[in-house]
Nanobody, 115 residues
Framework: QVQLVESGGGLVQAGGSLRLSCVAS????????MGWYRQVPGKQRELVAS???????NYADFVKGRCTISGDNAKDTMYLQMNSLKPEDTAVYSC?????????WGPGTQVTVSS
């Protein structure tokens, strides 16, 4: 089992920045993919960014150039630095941890961007 706890969400004005954190604990492995999804009520969940244990990084087109995903293996923590935020970035952001076919999710953190 892996437990995930996100933090760093909040209310920010358009153009502002936030840094989300996701701390993993429990049976953390050296082979993993971690990342962030976001969801708006009534809409499908969408992948924002992912980071694999080998350093492979992927970003959704809608955040390319505005977000940076990074990890600190010593702290079992993943970060998502979000800049130039837009009102359409408003959503619940949830981190995930995948180890082969197993996936664990954090409870999510609300990000609200005001215009």
């Amino acid at each position: 089992q892996v437990q995930l706890v996100e933090s760093g969400g909040g209310l920010v004005q358009a153009g502002g920045s936030l840094r989300l954190s996701c701390v993993a604990s429990g049976s953390v492995s050296s082979l993993y993919v971690m990342g962030w999804y976001r969801q708006v009520p009534g809409k499908q969940r969408e992948l924002v960014a992912s980071l694999a244990h080998n350093g492979t990084i992927n970003y959704a087109d809608f955040v390319k150039g505005r977000c940076t995903i990074s990890g600190d293996n010593a702290k079992d923590t993943m970060y998502l630095q979000m800049n130039s935020l837009k009102p359409e970035d408003t959503a619940v952001y949830s981190c995930f941890y995948r180890h082969f076919q197993y996936v664990w999710w954090g409870p999510g953190t609300q990000v609200t961007v005001s215009s």
